[in-house]
Nanobody
Framework: QVQLAESGGGLVQPGDSLRLSCAAS????????MAWIRRAPGEERLFLAA????????YYADSVKGRFTISRDDAKNTVSLQLNNLKPDDTAVYFC????????????????????WGHGTQVTVSS
């Protein structure tokens, strides 16, 4: 069982940056993939980025590559998402999600493939 808790969201202006954190707990996380997925009002969930606990391999949606950065801290069981140059369209609830590692990394890009979820943290970008 994996428990996830997001933090770091808030109200910012366009162009600002935020760093979201996801605290993960479980008996072992070495075989898990952690992801950040967001849901904007009236829209479907959007995969942002993922990272493996073991090895630190990263996976990014093309739409956020170069602007968002995912990282992990194994010692603290924490996964972070650095959000730079935020835009109003980035306004959404940002979720931390997890699933076991797969032989096929293609599924990491699909929000429906994750079976553990946090409650989300709100990011609002407005002037």
């Amino acid at each position: 069982q994996v428990q996830l808790a997001e933090s770091g969201g808030g109200l910012v202006q366009p162009g600002d940056s935020l760093r979201l954190s996801c605290a993960a707990s479980g008996r072992t996380l070495s075989n898990y993939v952690m992801a950040w997925i967001r849901r904007a009002p009236g829209e479907e969930r959007l995969f942002l980025a993922a990272i493996t606990w073991s090895g630190g391999s990263t996976y990014y949606a093309d739409s956020v590559k170069g602007r968002f950065t995912i990282s992990r801290d194994d010692a603290k069981n924490t996964v972070s998402l650095q959000l730079n140059n935020l835009k109003p369209d980035d306004t959404a609830v940002y979720f931390c999600a997890a699933r076991g590692k797969s032989y096929s990394s293609s599924i990491y890009y699909k929000p429906e493939e994750y079976n553990y979820w946090g409650h989300g943290t709100q990011v609002t970008v407005s002037s």
